[in-house]
Protein backbone atom coordinates (compact mmCIF):
# COMPACT_ATOMS: atom_id res chain seq x y z
CA UNK A 1 0.00 0.00 0.00
CA UNK A 2 2.54 2.61 0.75
CA UNK A 3 3.96 2.13 -2.79
CA UNK A 4 1.17 3.86 -3.98
CA UNK A 5 1.29 6.67 -1.01
CA UNK A 6 2.97 8.88 -3.63
CA UNK A 7 0.57 8.59 -6.74
CA UNK A 8 -2.61 8.98 -4.12
CA UNK A 9 -1.16 12.37 -2.94
CA UNK A 10 0.28 13.58 -6.30
CA UNK A 11 -3.80 12.82 -7.76
CA UNK A 12 -4.62 14.27 -4.79
CA UNK A 13 -2.93 17.11 -5.37
CA UNK A 14 -3.84 17.70 -8.62
CA UNK A 15 -7.07 17.55 -8.35
CA UNK A 16 -7.33 20.38 -5.49
CA UNK A 17 -4.78 22.63 -7.91
CA UNK A 18 -7.89 22.62 -10.75
CA UNK A 19 -10.64 22.83 -8.12
CA UNK A 20 -8.60 25.66 -7.48
CA UNK A 21 -7.76 26.97 -10.49
CA UNK A 22 -11.30 26.23 -11.51
CA UNK A 23 -12.72 29.14 -9.02
CA UNK A 24 -10.04 30.93 -9.72
CA UNK A 25 -11.20 31.59 -12.89
CA UNK A 26 -15.08 32.61 -11.90
CA UNK A 27 -13.58 35.84 -10.11
CA UNK A 28 -12.73 38.68 -12.53
CA UNK A 29 -11.96 42.33 -11.37
CA UNK A 30 -11.11 45.39 -13.19
CA UNK A 31 -9.19 48.48 -11.76
CA UNK A 32 -11.20 50.82 -9.54
CA UNK A 33 -11.46 54.04 -11.29
CA UNK A 34 -14.21 57.01 -11.54
CA UNK A 35 -16.73 55.79 -13.70
CA UNK A 36 -20.19 57.97 -14.77
CA UNK A 37 -22.44 55.31 -12.87
CA UNK A 38 -22.14 52.57 -10.76
CA UNK A 39 -24.81 49.51 -11.56
CA UNK A 40 -26.25 46.76 -9.08
CA UNK A 41 -27.50 43.87 -10.85
CA UNK A 42 -30.46 42.29 -8.78
CA UNK A 43 -29.47 38.70 -6.20
CA UNK A 44 -27.90 38.54 -2.94
CA UNK A 45 -29.15 42.02 -2.92
CA UNK A 46 -27.93 43.11 0.81
CA UNK A 47 -24.03 42.82 0.11
CA UNK A 48 -24.07 44.07 -3.28
CA UNK A 49 -26.15 47.38 -2.26
CA UNK A 50 -23.82 47.62 0.55
CA UNK A 51 -20.90 47.58 -1.42
CA UNK A 52 -22.41 49.84 -4.30
CA UNK A 53 -22.80 52.10 -1.53
CA UNK A 54 -19.50 51.86 -0.34
CA UNK A 55 -17.76 52.28 -4.28
CA UNK A 56 -20.13 55.81 -4.07
CA UNK A 57 -18.74 57.06 -0.66
CA UNK A 58 -15.40 56.44 -2.23
CA UNK A 59 -16.49 58.81 -5.08
CA UNK A 60 -16.00 55.90 -7.71
CA UNK A 61 -19.19 57.37 -8.65
CA UNK A 62 -22.15 59.56 -7.48
CA UNK A 63 -24.61 57.39 -9.72
CA UNK A 64 -25.90 54.11 -9.11
CA UNK A 65 -28.60 52.33 -11.71
CA UNK A 66 -30.77 49.41 -10.07
CA UNK A 67 -32.04 46.41 -12.08
CA UNK A 68 -35.97 45.84 -12.48
CA UNK A 69 -36.85 42.32 -12.58
CA UNK A 70 -40.07 40.63 -11.50
CA UNK A 71 -39.30 40.70 -7.79
CA UNK A 72 -41.70 41.94 -5.09
CA UNK A 73 -41.61 41.98 -1.50
CA UNK A 74 -43.90 42.20 1.23
CA UNK A 75 -47.77 41.59 1.63
CA UNK A 76 -48.76 44.16 -1.03
CA UNK A 77 -46.06 42.82 -3.23
CA UNK A 78 -44.19 46.07 -3.88
CA UNK A 79 -41.37 46.13 -6.45
CA UNK A 80 -38.44 44.69 -5.08
CA UNK A 81 -36.19 47.73 -6.49
CA UNK A 82 -38.16 49.99 -3.54
CA UNK A 83 -36.57 48.17 -0.74
CA UNK A 84 -33.20 48.22 -2.68
CA UNK A 85 -33.44 52.22 -2.41
CA UNK A 86 -34.73 51.97 1.05
CA UNK A 87 -31.14 50.27 1.77
CA UNK A 88 -29.42 52.66 -0.17
CA UNK A 89 -30.83 55.56 1.57
CA UNK A 90 -30.46 53.98 5.27
CA UNK A 91 -26.51 54.04 3.79
CA UNK A 92 -26.99 57.82 3.05
CA UNK A 93 -27.39 57.73 -0.52
CA UNK A 94 -29.53 60.68 -1.65
CA UNK A 95 -32.64 59.32 -3.79
CA UNK A 96 -31.49 61.47 -6.57
CA UNK A 97 -28.64 59.55 -7.33
CA UNK A 98 -30.52 56.21 -7.98
CA UNK A 99 -31.85 55.48 -11.36
CA UNK A 100 -34.06 51.98 -12.50
CA UNK A 101 -33.34 50.64 -15.28
CA UNK A 102 -37.04 50.43 -17.71
CA UNK A 103 -36.34 46.83 -18.92
CA UNK A 104 -37.68 44.00 -16.90
CA UNK A 105 -34.78 41.67 -16.63
CA UNK A 106 -34.87 38.02 -16.58
CA UNK A 107 -31.56 37.02 -16.49
CA UNK A 108 -28.03 38.98 -16.81
CA UNK A 109 -28.04 39.45 -20.39
CA UNK A 110 -31.42 41.30 -20.12
CA UNK A 111 -29.52 43.21 -17.69
CA UNK A 112 -27.05 44.47 -19.17
CA UNK A 113 -29.83 45.34 -22.55
CA UNK A 114 -31.48 47.47 -20.00
CA UNK A 115 -28.47 49.11 -18.28
CA UNK A 116 -26.94 49.84 -21.24
CA UNK A 117 -30.60 51.17 -22.55
CA UNK A 118 -30.51 53.34 -19.17
CA UNK A 119 -27.15 54.75 -19.98
CA UNK A 120 -28.05 56.00 -23.14
CA UNK A 121 -31.02 58.05 -21.92
CA UNK A 122 -29.09 59.54 -19.16
CA UNK A 123 -25.58 60.06 -21.40
CA UNK A 124 -23.45 57.63 -19.01
CA UNK A 125 -20.86 56.32 -20.95
CA UNK A 126 -18.35 54.11 -18.24
CA UNK A 127 -19.83 51.92 -15.65
CA UNK A 128 -18.99 49.79 -12.81
CA UNK A 129 -21.11 46.56 -12.44
CA UNK A 130 -21.33 45.15 -8.74
CA UNK A 131 -22.24 41.56 -8.66
CA UNK A 132 -20.83 38.56 -6.33
CA UNK A 133 -17.28 36.95 -7.15
CA UNK A 134 -18.22 34.17 -8.26
CA UNK A 135 -20.79 35.63 -10.82
CA UNK A 136 -18.24 38.15 -12.20
CA UNK A 137 -16.27 35.98 -15.07
CA UNK A 138 -19.69 35.39 -16.85
CA UNK A 139 -20.92 39.28 -16.36
CA UNK A 140 -17.53 40.23 -18.46
CA UNK A 141 -18.16 37.86 -21.02
CA UNK A 142 -22.04 39.46 -21.12
CA UNK A 143 -21.61 42.40 -20.83
CA UNK A 144 -18.29 42.85 -23.23
CA UNK A 145 -20.91 40.96 -25.81
CA UNK A 146 -23.54 43.09 -25.05
CA UNK A 147 -21.93 46.55 -25.11
CA UNK A 148 -19.94 45.94 -27.78
CA UNK A 149 -21.08 47.97 -30.37
CA UNK A 150 -21.25 51.48 -27.76
CA UNK A 151 -19.27 53.88 -27.11
CA UNK A 152 -19.52 52.54 -23.32
CA UNK A 153 -16.79 51.58 -20.73
CA UNK A 154 -17.59 48.56 -19.17
CA UNK A 155 -15.78 47.47 -15.37
CA UNK A 156 -16.15 44.70 -13.01
CA UNK A 157 -16.20 44.65 -9.37
CA UNK A 158 -16.65 41.46 -7.30
CA UNK A 159 -18.33 41.87 -3.88
CA UNK A 160 -15.64 41.51 -1.23
CA UNK A 161 -16.47 38.85 1.31
CA UNK A 162 -19.43 37.35 -0.50
CA UNK A 163 -18.97 33.94 1.05
CA UNK A 164 -17.27 32.18 -2.08
CA UNK A 165 -13.72 30.99 -1.30
CA UNK A 166 -12.01 30.93 -4.98
CA UNK A 167 -9.58 28.35 -3.81
CA UNK A 168 -11.76 26.37 -0.94
CA UNK A 169 -14.99 26.53 -2.67
CA UNK A 170 -15.10 22.43 -3.04
CA UNK A 171 -15.44 22.68 0.92
CA UNK A 172 -19.24 23.36 0.68
CA UNK A 173 -22.70 22.74 -0.94
CA UNK A 174 -23.23 26.30 -1.59
CA UNK A 175 -19.35 26.56 -3.41
CA UNK A 176 -20.43 23.32 -5.45
CA UNK A 177 -23.74 24.66 -6.38
CA UNK A 178 -22.54 28.15 -7.11
CA UNK A 179 -19.64 26.84 -9.51
CA UNK A 180 -20.74 24.50 -11.12
CA UNK A 181 -24.03 26.56 -12.43
CA UNK A 182 -21.71 29.52 -13.21
CA UNK A 183 -19.84 26.54 -15.59
CA UNK A 184 -22.82 25.71 -17.29
CA UNK A 185 -24.24 29.45 -17.55
CA UNK A 186 -21.02 30.51 -19.31
CA UNK A 187 -20.81 27.43 -21.69
CA UNK A 188 -24.62 28.19 -22.40
CA UNK A 189 -23.76 32.17 -22.81
CA UNK A 190 -20.48 30.59 -25.40
CA UNK A 191 -23.14 28.78 -27.49
CA UNK A 192 -25.93 31.25 -27.51
CA UNK A 193 -23.24 33.96 -28.46
CA UNK A 194 -21.33 31.82 -31.35
CA UNK A 195 -24.82 30.71 -32.74
CA UNK A 196 -26.89 33.48 -32.81
CA UNK A 197 -29.22 32.45 -30.22
CA UNK A 198 -31.65 35.17 -29.21
CA UNK A 199 -30.71 35.73 -25.38
CA UNK A 200 -31.65 39.32 -24.42
CA UNK A 201 -32.56 42.14 -26.70
CA UNK A 202 -30.71 44.73 -28.04
CA UNK A 203 -30.92 48.51 -27.49
Known amino acids: M ?7 LLAITCVMVIFAAAGKYLIYSDPLEPVDVIAVLSGN ?3 RIREAAELYHKGISYNIILSRTNQTFGENELPYTMLQQEMLDSLNIPNGAVYISEVTAKNTGQEASGIKKRMYDLGYYSVMVVT ?3 HTRRVKM ?5 FKNAPFRVYVHPVPNSGYNKYLWW ?6 KNTISEYIRILGFIIK ?3 NIPDYPNF
Open 193 to 195: RDT
Open 45 to 47: DES
Open 171 to 176: LSADGW
Open 2 to 8: KKYLPTV
Open 142 to 146: IFTDS
Open 132 to 134: DAW
